[in-house]
């Protein structure tokens, strides 16, 4: 490439940034002064679609507007070629969180064979659907599962935690509560590890039982099968 080639390419380049950057402030002041209401826009950015840009808010909610942010849309872009659903692959990707930061210390933890495949599971007593996976977890060999007592589904659930996590075997007091209906024995100890679960899962939006993390970081929410929980492990692991 010739240094002229090279100093039009750099002119092009210089223009096209200009060029979204003041789409990207038409969009930001249109939408503020039409729409007051709509929570501070955090990203702007272009979509596969010409003329239609992504607006995202409150970390990871998505919207879509024209470039002049004349209308708001809410709901999926669907790739029918590949059939692929790009928004909810976006959120995915945005809610997405490094396994490693995960506050291991305010689980319980189940150690199966060699412990070499990783999950979490942020999971309420009272969820009927928790039970249901459970019976599907005990199958899983060489894994460690990373229990994250979460009582969102009332005074109930949040007893039933506390009792789990005073129990002086909290692994198995979680196992039988859960496979076997057995509640835990009466006691009393310092719960501010499932208070701490409970503000991590307001902030990340774990809006469900049993919301499932793997070792890539993905999120996966809903009581999935056996063959589904090692599909996504083996796919975590590449």
Not at 25 to 49: G, H, M, Y
Not at 62 to 67: E, K, L, P, S, V
Not at 184 to 206: E, M, W, Y
Request: with cysteine; charged share 25%; aromatic share 6%.
């Amino acid at each position: 490439m010739t240094t002229l080639s090279k100093h039009l390419l750099a002119g092009l380049l210089a223009l096209s940034t200009l060029g979204v950057c003041a789409q990207e402030a038409t969009i930001r002041k249109n939408l503020a002064e039409r729409l007051p209401q709509l929570p501070k826009i955090d990203e702007v950015s272009k979509t596969p679609l010409a003329g239609l840009y992504e607006i995202r808010v409150n970390e990871n909610d998505i919207y879509y507007t024209d470039a002049e942010g004349n209308y708001l849309i809410q709901g999926s872009i669907i790739d029918v070629r590949q059939r692929r659903n790009l928004t909810e692959e976006r959120v995915e990707k945005l809610t997405a969180i490094d396994f490693n930061t995960l506050p291991i210390k305010d689980a319980l933890t189940v150690v199966r064979g060699n412990g070499q495949r990783k999950l979490a599971v942020f999971s309420d007593p009272n969820c009927s659907y928790c039970k249901r996976i459970e019976r599907d977890l005990a199958k899983l060999d060489n894994i460690t599962i990373h229990y994250f007592l979460y009582p969102v589904l009332g005074p109930g659930s949040s007893e039933k935690s506390r009792l789990v996590w005073c129990a002086k075997d909290r692994p198995k007091a979680w196992l039988d509560l859960m496979l076997k209906d057995q509640m835990p024995a009466s006691a009393a100890c310092d719960t501010t590890a499932v208070t701490r679960n409970l503000a991590f899962g307001q902030k990340h939006k774990i809006q469900g039982t049993p919301t499932l993390f793997f070792a890539d970081g993905s999120r996966v929410p809903g009581a999935l099968d056996v063959a589904q929980i090692e599909k996504q492990l083996a796919s975590a692991t590449r």
